[in-house]
Protein backbone atom coordinates (compact mmCIF):
# COMPACT_ATOMS: atom_id res chain seq x y z
CA UNK A 1 0.00 0.00 0.00
CA UNK A 2 1.55 3.42 -1.02
CA UNK A 3 2.03 6.14 1.44
CA UNK A 4 -0.07 9.55 0.83
CA UNK A 5 2.18 12.52 0.51
CA UNK A 6 1.38 14.91 3.48
CA UNK A 7 2.75 18.70 4.26
CA UNK A 8 1.93 19.26 7.75
CA UNK A 9 1.13 23.19 9.04
CA UNK A 10 1.58 24.39 12.42
CA UNK A 11 1.29 27.99 13.98
CA UNK A 12 3.27 28.50 16.71
CA UNK A 13 1.31 31.39 19.84
CA UNK A 14 3.15 33.19 22.13
CA UNK A 15 2.42 31.06 24.97
CA UNK A 16 3.78 27.64 23.59
CA UNK A 17 7.39 27.39 24.15
CA UNK A 18 10.19 26.18 20.94
CA UNK A 19 10.67 22.94 22.15
CA UNK A 20 6.72 21.67 22.78
CA UNK A 21 6.13 23.27 19.61
CA UNK A 22 8.74 20.86 17.65
CA UNK A 23 7.65 18.51 19.80
CA UNK A 24 4.16 18.85 18.98
CA UNK A 25 4.95 18.89 14.87
CA UNK A 26 6.78 15.73 15.50
CA UNK A 27 3.68 14.35 17.15
CA UNK A 28 1.66 15.27 13.90
CA UNK A 29 4.22 13.90 11.70
CA UNK A 30 3.82 10.21 13.97
CA UNK A 31 0.50 10.60 13.69
CA UNK A 32 0.64 10.77 9.77
CA UNK A 33 2.77 7.78 9.91
CA UNK A 34 0.13 5.84 11.69
CA UNK A 35 -2.86 6.85 9.45
CA UNK A 36 -0.34 5.69 6.70
CA UNK A 37 1.33 8.70 5.22
CA UNK A 38 4.87 10.59 4.51
CA UNK A 39 5.16 14.05 5.50
CA UNK A 40 7.05 15.35 2.24
CA UNK A 41 7.56 18.64 4.68
CA UNK A 42 7.12 21.29 6.93
CA UNK A 43 5.81 24.67 7.17
CA UNK A 44 5.30 26.56 10.67
CA UNK A 45 5.19 30.42 10.95
CA UNK A 46 4.94 32.20 14.39
CA UNK A 47 1.81 34.58 15.28
CA UNK A 48 0.45 36.83 18.15
CA UNK A 49 -2.85 35.39 17.34
CA UNK A 50 -4.65 32.36 14.80
CA UNK A 51 -5.53 34.10 11.54
CA UNK A 52 -9.61 34.03 11.54
CA UNK A 53 -10.28 32.73 7.93
CA UNK A 54 -6.99 30.79 6.94
CA UNK A 55 -5.55 29.92 10.44
CA UNK A 56 -2.04 30.86 9.04
CA UNK A 57 -1.34 34.73 7.72
CA UNK A 58 -1.66 36.07 4.04
CA UNK A 59 2.28 35.57 3.02
CA UNK A 60 2.36 31.96 4.53
CA UNK A 61 -0.95 30.91 2.70
CA UNK A 62 0.97 32.21 -0.36
CA UNK A 63 4.21 29.84 0.38
CA UNK A 64 1.63 26.80 0.95
CA UNK A 65 0.18 27.35 -2.09
CA UNK A 66 3.67 27.02 -3.87
CA UNK A 67 4.33 24.44 -2.07
CA UNK A 68 1.49 22.51 -2.98
CA UNK A 69 2.21 22.92 -6.46
CA UNK A 70 5.52 21.58 -6.52
CA UNK A 71 5.46 18.74 -3.80
CA UNK A 72 1.81 17.82 -5.14
CA UNK A 73 0.42 16.30 -1.85
CA UNK A 74 -2.11 14.27 -1.34
CA UNK A 75 -3.61 16.27 1.96
CA UNK A 76 -2.20 19.14 3.73
CA UNK A 77 -2.86 18.77 7.55
CA UNK A 78 -2.85 21.70 10.10
CA UNK A 79 -1.46 21.04 13.98
CA UNK A 80 -4.49 22.83 15.18
CA UNK A 81 -8.54 22.24 15.20
CA UNK A 82 -9.63 24.37 11.96
CA UNK A 83 -12.77 25.97 12.28
CA UNK A 84 -15.53 25.15 9.22
CA UNK A 85 -14.76 28.28 7.70
CA UNK A 86 -11.58 28.22 7.75
CA UNK A 87 -11.26 24.69 6.49
CA UNK A 88 -13.27 25.56 3.45
CA UNK A 89 -11.01 28.92 2.64
CA UNK A 90 -8.04 26.85 2.83
CA UNK A 91 -9.49 24.49 0.60
CA UNK A 92 -10.34 26.51 -2.01
CA UNK A 93 -6.94 28.49 -1.93
CA UNK A 94 -4.89 25.14 -1.74
CA UNK A 95 -6.79 23.43 -4.35
CA UNK A 96 -6.17 19.81 -1.95
CA UNK A 97 -7.75 18.19 0.56
CA UNK A 98 -7.42 20.11 3.85
CA UNK A 99 -7.73 18.42 7.28
CA UNK A 100 -6.81 19.49 10.72
CA UNK A 101 -5.40 17.30 14.12
CA UNK A 102 -8.93 16.30 15.08
CA UNK A 103 -9.80 14.78 11.50
CA UNK A 104 -6.30 13.03 11.74
CA UNK A 105 -6.75 11.54 15.20
CA UNK A 106 -9.95 10.47 14.19
CA UNK A 107 -8.82 9.07 10.80
CA UNK A 108 -6.48 6.36 12.62
CA UNK A 109 -9.28 5.65 15.45
CA UNK A 110 -11.79 4.88 12.74
CA UNK A 111 -8.63 2.24 11.32
CA UNK A 112 -7.95 1.18 14.58
CA UNK A 113 -11.25 0.60 16.36
CA UNK A 114 -12.16 -3.47 16.30
CA UNK A 115 -15.08 -3.74 18.69
CA UNK A 116 -18.63 -2.62 18.18
CA UNK A 117 -18.56 -0.36 21.00
CA UNK A 118 -14.68 0.84 19.03
CA UNK A 119 -16.65 1.79 16.15
CA UNK A 120 -19.59 2.92 17.13
CA UNK A 121 -17.37 5.79 19.43
CA UNK A 122 -15.38 6.73 16.62
CA UNK A 123 -18.97 6.78 14.26
CA UNK A 124 -19.86 9.53 16.75
CA UNK A 125 -17.10 11.22 17.51
CA UNK A 126 -16.86 11.88 13.36
CA UNK A 127 -20.37 12.56 13.70
CA UNK A 128 -19.87 15.10 16.15
CA UNK A 129 -17.18 16.96 14.48
CA UNK A 130 -18.65 16.67 11.11
CA UNK A 131 -22.20 18.58 12.14
CA UNK A 132 -21.22 21.89 12.47
CA UNK A 133 -19.07 21.90 8.93
CA UNK A 134 -21.73 20.90 6.82
CA UNK A 135 -22.72 23.79 5.23
CA UNK A 136 -21.08 24.01 1.59
CA UNK A 137 -19.02 20.59 1.70
CA UNK A 138 -21.81 18.98 0.60
CA UNK A 139 -20.37 17.16 -2.56
CA UNK A 140 -17.10 16.15 -0.71
CA UNK A 141 -19.08 14.59 1.92
CA UNK A 142 -21.98 13.03 0.51
CA UNK A 143 -19.17 10.07 -0.70
CA UNK A 144 -16.89 8.13 1.31
CA UNK A 145 -13.34 9.06 -0.19
CA UNK A 146 -10.00 7.27 0.08
CA UNK A 147 -7.09 8.31 2.21
CA UNK A 148 -6.35 10.23 5.20
CA UNK A 149 -9.05 12.14 6.39
CA UNK A 150 -12.11 10.57 4.77
CA UNK A 151 -12.18 7.03 6.04
CA UNK A 152 -15.33 6.43 8.20
CA UNK A 153 -17.58 6.86 9.70
CA UNK A 154 -19.22 3.16 9.04
CA UNK A 155 -19.93 1.83 5.85
CA UNK A 156 -23.49 4.00 5.19
CA UNK A 157 -23.15 6.89 2.77
CA UNK A 158 -22.97 9.92 4.72
CA UNK A 159 -25.84 12.25 4.03
CA UNK A 160 -25.87 16.31 4.06
CA UNK A 161 -28.65 16.24 5.94
CA UNK A 162 -28.46 17.42 8.83
CA UNK A 163 -31.79 15.73 10.56
CA UNK A 164 -29.84 12.39 9.50
CA UNK A 165 -27.05 12.85 11.60
CA UNK A 166 -29.09 13.97 14.42
CA UNK A 167 -31.00 10.97 13.97
CA UNK A 168 -27.65 8.58 13.70
CA UNK A 169 -26.32 10.50 16.82
CA UNK A 170 -28.87 9.36 18.61
CA UNK A 171 -28.97 6.17 17.68
CA UNK A 172 -25.54 5.79 18.51
CA UNK A 173 -25.68 7.25 21.83
CA UNK A 174 -28.57 5.23 22.56
CA UNK A 175 -26.82 1.90 21.54
CA UNK A 176 -23.74 2.89 23.65
CA UNK A 177 -25.75 3.45 26.91
CA UNK A 178 -26.38 -0.51 26.33
CA UNK A 179 -23.34 -1.34 26.10
CA UNK A 180 -21.86 0.58 29.09
CA UNK A 181 -24.84 -0.67 31.03
CA UNK A 182 -23.64 -4.64 29.96
CA UNK A 183 -20.12 -3.79 31.31
CA UNK A 184 -21.44 -1.97 34.67
CA UNK A 185 -23.14 -5.33 35.26
CA UNK A 186 -19.98 -7.01 34.50
CA UNK A 187 -17.66 -4.49 36.64
CA UNK A 188 -20.26 -5.13 39.49
CA UNK A 189 -19.94 -8.86 39.29
CA UNK A 190 -16.10 -8.61 39.08
CA UNK A 191 -16.83 -6.16 42.48
CA UNK A 192 -18.58 -9.08 44.48
CA UNK A 193 -15.97 -11.91 43.59
CA UNK A 194 -13.94 -9.21 45.06
CA UNK A 195 -11.45 -9.33 42.29
CA UNK A 196 -8.02 -6.69 42.71
CA UNK A 197 -8.17 -4.67 39.61
CA UNK A 198 -5.07 -3.03 37.71
CA UNK A 199 -6.07 -0.34 34.85
CA UNK A 200 -2.37 0.55 32.58
CA UNK A 201 -2.67 3.66 31.33
CA UNK A 202 -0.15 6.02 30.19
CA UNK A 203 0.42 8.17 26.18
CA UNK A 204 -0.27 6.45 23.65
CA UNK A 205 2.85 4.66 22.33
CA UNK A 206 4.07 4.09 25.81
CA UNK A 207 4.56 0.32 25.57
CA UNK A 208 1.15 -0.24 27.44
CA UNK A 209 0.04 -3.16 25.31
CA UNK A 210 3.20 -5.09 25.31
CA UNK A 211 3.88 -4.67 28.86
CA UNK A 212 0.48 -6.31 28.89
CA UNK A 213 1.06 -8.83 26.89
CA UNK A 214 4.54 -9.82 28.54
CA UNK A 215 2.17 -9.50 31.85
CA UNK A 216 -1.00 -11.85 30.48
CA UNK A 217 0.19 -13.72 27.81
CA UNK A 218 -2.48 -12.16 25.83
CA UNK A 219 -2.65 -11.26 22.02
CA UNK A 220 -3.33 -7.57 22.16
CA UNK A 221 -2.10 -5.31 18.83
CA UNK A 222 1.39 -3.81 19.79
CA UNK A 223 2.91 -2.15 17.36
CA UNK A 224 5.21 1.41 17.45
CA UNK A 225 2.46 3.32 16.15
CA UNK A 226 -0.03 5.89 18.32
CA UNK A 227 -3.11 4.88 19.38
CA UNK A 228 -2.29 1.21 18.88
CA UNK A 229 -4.85 -0.24 21.44
CA UNK A 230 -8.41 1.92 21.41
CA UNK A 231 -10.61 -1.13 22.94
CA UNK A 232 -10.04 -1.77 26.44
CA UNK A 233 -8.66 -5.44 26.91
CA UNK A 234 -9.01 -7.26 30.17
CA UNK A 235 -6.95 -9.97 31.21
CA UNK A 236 -5.88 -12.30 34.28
CA UNK A 237 -2.92 -11.84 35.96
CA UNK A 238 -1.47 -14.23 37.99
CA UNK A 239 1.06 -13.20 40.74
CA UNK A 240 4.19 -14.47 42.43
CA UNK A 241 2.46 -15.40 45.41
CA UNK A 242 -0.90 -17.02 42.44
CA UNK A 243 -2.94 -14.24 43.70
CA UNK A 244 -4.92 -13.54 40.58
CA UNK A 245 -5.90 -9.63 39.84
CA UNK A 246 -7.46 -8.58 36.25
CA UNK A 247 -5.37 -6.40 34.68
CA UNK A 248 -6.89 -3.90 32.08
CA UNK A 249 -5.04 -2.26 28.74
CA UNK A 250 -6.63 1.00 28.13
CA UNK A 251 -6.18 3.48 24.70
CA UNK A 252 -3.48 5.86 24.63
CA UNK A 253 -3.65 9.67 26.06
CA UNK A 254 -2.62 12.47 23.98
CA UNK A 255 -1.69 16.01 24.52
CA UNK A 256 -4.68 18.64 22.83
CA UNK A 257 -6.88 15.69 22.61
CA UNK A 258 -10.23 16.73 20.76
CA UNK A 259 -12.86 17.42 22.87
CA UNK A 260 -15.31 15.57 20.79
CA UNK A 261 -13.00 12.18 21.38
CA UNK A 262 -13.07 12.41 25.48
CA UNK A 263 -16.63 12.79 25.59
CA UNK A 264 -16.29 9.80 23.09
CA UNK A 265 -14.08 7.66 24.95
CA UNK A 266 -14.93 8.56 27.84
CA UNK A 267 -16.60 5.08 28.66
CA UNK A 268 -13.85 3.16 27.22
CA UNK A 269 -11.75 5.40 29.93
CA UNK A 270 -14.43 4.09 32.82
CA UNK A 271 -12.79 1.29 33.39
CA UNK A 272 -9.74 3.34 34.73
CA UNK A 273 -12.21 4.87 37.72
CA UNK A 274 -12.82 1.50 38.53
CA UNK A 275 -9.51 0.33 39.38
CA UNK A 276 -7.91 -0.35 42.57
CA UNK A 277 -4.41 0.49 41.54
CA UNK A 278 -3.26 2.68 38.17
CA UNK A 279 -0.26 1.76 36.76
CA UNK A 280 0.93 4.42 34.68
CA UNK A 281 2.90 3.48 32.32
CA UNK A 282 6.06 6.46 30.42
CA UNK A 283 8.36 5.70 27.63
CA UNK A 284 11.20 6.78 29.67
CA UNK A 285 13.09 7.05 25.66
CA UNK A 286 10.99 10.04 24.54
CA UNK A 287 12.14 13.07 25.22
CA UNK A 288 8.98 14.88 26.19
CA UNK A 289 8.42 12.57 29.09
CA UNK A 290 7.76 15.07 31.12
CA UNK A 291 4.76 16.31 29.56
CA UNK A 292 3.71 13.26 28.58
CA UNK A 293 2.97 12.24 32.31
CA UNK A 294 1.56 15.94 33.11
CA UNK A 295 -0.95 15.13 30.03
CA UNK A 296 -2.26 11.56 31.99
CA UNK A 297 -2.87 13.16 35.24
CA UNK A 298 -4.52 16.20 33.65
CA UNK A 299 -6.88 13.55 32.02
CA UNK A 300 -7.16 11.48 35.36
CA UNK A 301 -8.25 14.33 36.86
CA UNK A 302 -10.59 15.13 34.11
CA UNK A 303 -12.24 11.48 34.36
CA UNK A 304 -11.69 12.04 38.53
CA UNK A 305 -9.54 9.15 38.82
CA UNK A 306 -7.66 10.83 41.36
CA UNK A 307 -8.03 8.92 44.47
CA UNK A 308 -6.97 5.52 42.99
CA UNK A 309 -3.15 4.76 44.22
CA UNK A 310 -0.98 5.50 41.14
CA UNK A 311 1.62 3.59 40.69
CA UNK A 312 4.77 4.61 37.79
CA UNK A 313 6.43 2.09 35.29
CA UNK A 314 9.10 3.85 33.46
CA UNK A 315 9.02 1.37 29.70
CA UNK A 316 11.86 1.16 27.73
CA UNK A 317 14.80 1.45 30.21
CA UNK A 318 17.27 -0.34 27.56
CA UNK A 319 17.14 2.70 25.16
CA UNK A 320 16.48 5.22 28.31
CA UNK A 321 17.37 8.95 27.54
CA UNK A 322 20.42 10.21 29.74
CA UNK A 323 19.03 13.31 30.82
CA UNK A 324 16.04 10.81 32.07
CA UNK A 325 15.18 11.89 35.95
CA UNK A 326 12.05 9.98 37.14
CA UNK A 327 9.19 12.09 38.78
CA UNK A 328 9.37 11.90 42.28
CA UNK A 329 5.45 11.64 42.44
CA UNK A 330 4.80 8.07 43.33
CA UNK A 331 6.53 4.68 43.79
CA UNK A 332 7.95 3.64 40.54
CA UNK A 333 10.38 1.16 38.93
CA UNK A 334 12.39 1.27 35.56
CA UNK A 335 11.79 -1.96 33.22
CA UNK A 336 12.33 -3.01 29.78
CA UNK A 337 8.74 -4.89 28.22
CA UNK A 338 11.34 -7.18 26.58
CA UNK A 339 13.14 -8.42 29.42
CA UNK A 340 12.00 -11.47 30.93
CA UNK A 341 13.65 -10.84 34.99
CA UNK A 342 12.09 -6.85 34.63
CA UNK A 343 8.69 -8.23 33.93
CA UNK A 344 9.03 -11.07 36.84
CA UNK A 345 10.10 -7.89 39.15
CA UNK A 346 7.27 -5.49 37.78
CA UNK A 347 5.44 -8.62 39.08
CA UNK A 348 6.95 -8.83 42.69
CA UNK A 349 6.29 -4.57 42.16
CA UNK A 350 2.78 -5.10 41.64
CA UNK A 351 1.99 -7.55 44.52
CA UNK A 352 4.31 -5.01 47.13
CA UNK A 353 1.94 -2.04 45.80
CA UNK A 354 -1.34 -4.51 45.70
CA UNK A 355 -0.44 -5.66 49.68
CA UNK A 356 -0.47 -1.63 50.29
CA UNK A 357 -4.38 -1.65 49.91
CA UNK A 358 -5.28 -4.65 51.72
CA UNK A 359 -5.75 -5.76 55.44
CA UNK A 360 -3.08 -8.10 57.04
CA UNK A 361 -4.19 -10.76 58.70
CA UNK A 362 -2.34 -13.95 61.17
CA UNK A 363 -4.46 -17.12 61.50
CA UNK A 364 -4.84 -20.11 62.74
CA UNK A 365 -6.85 -22.76 60.52
CA UNK A 366 -7.70 -26.59 61.62
CA UNK A 367 -6.02 -28.95 58.29
CA UNK A 368 -9.94 -30.79 58.14
CA UNK A 369 -10.59 -26.90 56.51
CA UNK A 370 -9.34 -27.57 53.41
CA UNK A 371 -11.63 -25.63 51.12
CA UNK A 372 -11.23 -22.31 53.72
CA UNK A 373 -7.59 -22.82 53.05
CA UNK A 374 -7.79 -23.26 48.99
CA UNK A 375 -9.73 -20.12 49.28
CA UNK A 376 -7.29 -18.15 50.69
CA UNK A 377 -4.43 -19.15 48.07
CA UNK A 378 -6.86 -17.90 45.49
CA UNK A 379 -8.19 -14.80 46.82
CA UNK A 380 -5.88 -13.46 48.88
CA UNK A 381 -1.67 -13.18 48.44
CA UNK A 382 -0.79 -15.85 51.52
CA UNK A 383 2.91 -14.87 52.42
CA UNK A 384 3.33 -17.89 55.20
CA UNK A 385 1.53 -21.07 55.30
CA UNK A 386 3.03 -23.70 57.67
CA UNK A 387 1.32 -26.62 59.54
CA UNK A 388 2.50 -26.78 63.24
CA UNK A 389 2.43 -30.31 63.54
CA UNK A 390 1.51 -29.84 67.47
CA UNK A 391 -1.21 -28.08 67.09
CA UNK A 392 -2.93 -29.92 63.82
CA UNK A 393 -3.36 -26.41 62.84
CA UNK A 394 -1.90 -23.96 59.65
CA UNK A 395 -0.67 -21.11 60.87
CA UNK A 396 -1.29 -18.55 57.89
CA UNK A 397 -0.65 -14.48 57.46
CA UNK A 398 -1.19 -12.52 54.06
CA UNK A 399 -3.08 -9.82 52.90
CA UNK A 400 -6.61 -9.50 52.14
CA UNK A 401 -9.18 -6.96 50.52
CA UNK A 402 -10.83 -4.95 53.22
CA UNK A 403 -14.25 -5.63 51.51
CA UNK A 404 -13.62 -9.29 50.83
CA UNK A 405 -16.50 -11.32 52.17
CA UNK A 406 -13.72 -14.26 54.00
CA UNK A 407 -12.09 -11.04 56.19
CA UNK A 408 -15.09 -11.10 58.39
CA UNK A 409 -15.07 -15.09 58.89
CA UNK A 410 -10.69 -14.87 58.67
CA UNK A 411 -11.06 -12.36 62.49
CA UNK A 412 -12.23 -15.68 64.22
CA UNK A 413 -9.70 -17.64 63.48
CA UNK A 414 -7.38 -15.35 64.83
CA UNK A 415 -4.04 -16.58 66.54
Known sequence: MSLEKVITVGCQLPHVDDERFSYSMEELASLVHTANGEVVIILTQKRETIHPATYIGKGKVEELVRLVEQFEPDVVVFNDELSPSQNRNLTKLLNVRVIDRTQLILDIFAQRAWSKEGKLQVELAQLQYILPRLSGQGVELSRLGGGIGTRGPGETKLETDRRHIRRRIDEIKAQLKVIVEHRERYRERRKKNAVFQIALVGYTNAGKSTLFNRLTNADSFEENLLFATLDPLTRKLVLPSG????????????????????????????????ADLILHIVDSSNPDYIQHEQTVYRLLEELEATTIPIATVYNKRDIVLPSFVPSPKTDYMLVSALNEQDIQALRRFMETRITEAMERYDVAIRASEGKLLDQLKAETIVQHMHYNEQSGMYECSGYILPDHPLLLQLRTYKK
Open 243 to 274: YTVLLTDTVGFIQDLPTTLVAAFRSTLEEVKE
